[in-house]
């Protein structure tokens, strides 16, 4: 699938929601809800990486698939993010019908 000018660049979503190591701080994925077959919505959230304040979470990771197998899922900005096929159809599978869930997700929480 090609790039189009509405493509958040990975460095752009990094920018959007900086980490900062000396406060020790990560990014989580909020996967919004929603049926198989409707848009795929996340949000990016920082949370500081203490015990005391930790929000629960799910971690996903594996290999993601060749670079051009690629799928469009939104970003709560109304940007839209590349990501593999491989990832798109494993948080397709992952979202619930109802309600959030947060993730952490190396492809996309790490830059």
Same mark, same amino acid.
């Given at each position: ?11 752009? %979503? ?14 989580? &994925? ?7 077959? @409707?848009?795929?919505?996340? +949000?990016?959230?920082?949370?500081? #990486? $203490?015990?005391?304040?930790?929000? +629960?979470?799910? !971690? #996903? ?5 060749? @670079?051009?197998?690629? +799928?469009?899922? *939104? ?6 993010? &590349?990501?593999?096929?491989? %990832?798109? $159809? !494993? #948080?397709?599978? %992952?979202?619930? =019908? =109802?309600?959030? +869930?947060? %993730?952490?997700?190396?492809?996309? *929480?790490? $830059?």
């Amino acid at each position: 699938m090609a790039t189009s000018a509405d493509d958040q660049a990975a460095g752009g %979503l990094y920018d959007h929601v900086p980490i900062t190591a000396e406060r020790r701080e990560t990014r989580f &994925l909020s996967l919004s809800p929603g049926t198989w077959d @409707s848009e795929i919505n996340i +949000r990016l959230q920082v949370h500081a #990486l $203490n015990r005391w304040e930790l929000p +629960r979470y799910e !971690a #996903l990771s594996y290999t993601w698939g060749t @670079s051009s197998e690629r +799928r469009h899922v *939104c970003i709560d900005d109304g940007a839209r993010m &590349l990501v593999t096929d491989n %990832l798109f $159809n !494993a #948080l397709r599978r %992952l979202r619930r =019908k =109802k309600r959030e +869930r947060l %993730l952490w997700v190396d492809a996309i *929480c790490i $830059n």
